[in-house]
């Protein structure tokens, strides 16, 4: 049982197999935290103290003690209105437009299985194991307000799992001010707090600094999870390392807007927190309504921030991810856009495709360009007819002449936006959201559809079936392209529920998308990485990673996303040089190897204009990428080195059971007959003996792992190498 209750001292206890998450509830009612941490027996409600805090808000329901305060005590669900002044996880108003609750324990119940949360993404368990789920319910009798808080335990991934759902019980309105999903709070410690932050082509960078008192947060207010900030966040000890250290992390399931912060508060005690974001967000519950606090994914990991990522990789790739594609090789691909931008023939793509399968690739995407009057990116968007004249036929005989070269045929979208010069803008002015009698603020020159709305929900998913349903369509590339500024929809008049209401819709048309097409391969982009989260992974297995294809530049990107994702999620491709977005030139054969170490491998140049040379590379590296690519799906990724910081890029994927393992190393930065370079591997089986497959040597584990390979000395910038140890078993 993963779940222990003790009902004698209202104890909850949630194991995994090596983690202790527990809780009880106080004389009070109050839901108290006691422990987030290595695997323990017993209760640790010794751990919260009681001395004389009189100098904050004392117990409402017992105001002569003393030593009581909610705002001290470590709580599950901290809210605002009882005397806990932190940042909380929930503020209300009711019908006369008073602040304030008082939530206690009402009941709970324990069932088998993992909760799953209506119109939102949530992690699952398809495995007959221990998977269990925790339901406590806390409430406010004088306003009418429950709060169901769910507890998901996965033991296998050391994973436990947290939503909320505020119910309004009574008769009158209560407004929800803010709602976040979950916090922990620790009684002490000194922590650093990491965060993956950056712009349009340099996503998800690592920063790690000391949390220090105040409240330092970061989130997103564009209507989408962003570039910028990533809804992810670990809280480490100031000294944890890659394999040393205490670590914990929060990761929200869920693509718009979020807050996440770390208080340290009067007396050093820490609360970190996540969930949805308070701006631009009001959301009224009548009578009888609910709202549902997206989901949180925490793990915590006693041996550092690999442990910890571990953990995440496996949860995403087998408790997220779903469908058929979750367990498949993906198809190596080439793309039109680098290598046509929007003006590409039919013919081309055809011609494209030829030589997409002559180099041993398996797909062709046809990326933006092909509907409407699609020339440029000032128009069209909305208008999802295929344009027959550019093709030089239909869609279906497109894809015919692209299957016959011997590939299949994937096709991009951007089913959220519409622009101003459309048929469907013209039509239906209103389905964008914009203020009335305001200019709307234009991103790409387009405005996106208000997705709360189930007749333009309804639109979008006939047009895209229409599309989907002329031919042999196997992959499709879903793209946001801005963030959402005018938040204004016709259909309410409570437009700080837009939003909100926004992504249950968007979730409501992926569902039925996956539903309806299981076989499909979907991947998602937002101008790259801009909505890259947990919450889009429970549709669709992978992300186009960023618009920065540059090698160099895509091991950070690559790198800070590991921290939180799997690689195999990461869409990556290799580009022409000098790249597009930096100028930078990175050898064929690095680009290469960085590329193919994300799940969504493939090409994103005019394979037309290659050199014999840089052919018959690729040829190699797309067998090359057929024989690592299930160690990249399912195996354990290991940041090697650091490539903000390091001179060398080096990584590593093991297998889970040590039998084989691939080193690659990048030098990224060369010095002439410099110093030598040590790639030191982690991972294999202590004691055992590795065979080096290029070179047949066979090396011991143990001082592999010790003292390393070195690299070659004469080391040119973006050399790279691929070591492939396979166990010698005996
Ligand atoms: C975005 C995507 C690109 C490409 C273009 C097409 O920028 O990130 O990969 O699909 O849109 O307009």
Redesign the pocket.
Known sequence: MSIRIDDATRTFTLHTRNTTYQMHVDEYGYLLHLYYGTRSEGTMDYLPTYADRSGCCACPHDVANRTYSLDVLPQEFPFQGNGDLRSTLLQVRDGEGVFGCDLRYVRHEMRDGKYALPGLPAAYSDAADDTQTLSVTLADERIGLEVELLFGVLPDVDVITRAAIVKNVGTGRITVEKLQTACLDFVHGSFDVITFNGQHCMERKPSRQHVLPGSFSVGSRRGQSSHQYNPFMILCDRDATETAGRAWSMTFVYSGNFKAEVEQTQYQQIRMQMGLSDELFSYPLEGGEQLVAPEIIMTYSNAGLERLSHNLHRCIRKNVCRGEWRDAPRPVLVNS?EAHYFNFTGDELVRLAEKAADLGMDMLVM??GWFGERHD?FRSLGDWTVNEEKLGGTLGQLIERINAAGVKFGI?VEPEMVNENSDLYRAHPDWALAVPGKAPALGRDQLVLDFSRAEVRKNIFDQLCAVLDQGNIEYL?W?F?RSIVDIYSHATADQGRVVYDYYLGLYDVLERLVQRYPHLLIEG?A??GGRFDAGWFHYAPQF?TS?NTDGHDRMTIQYGSSFGYPCSVMGAHVSACPNEVNGRTVSLSARGLIAMSGGGFGYELDLLELPERACEIIRNQVQQFRDMERLVREGLYYRLSNPMTDDVYMWEFAAEDGSEAIVNSVIAKAEGYGEARYVVPRGLTPGALYREVNSDRVYAANALMDMGLPLPVSSALYMSRSYRFVRVDE
């Open positions: 856009w990326d933006d990116d991009w590339k793209d392209n982009c101008a790259g186009w618009d």
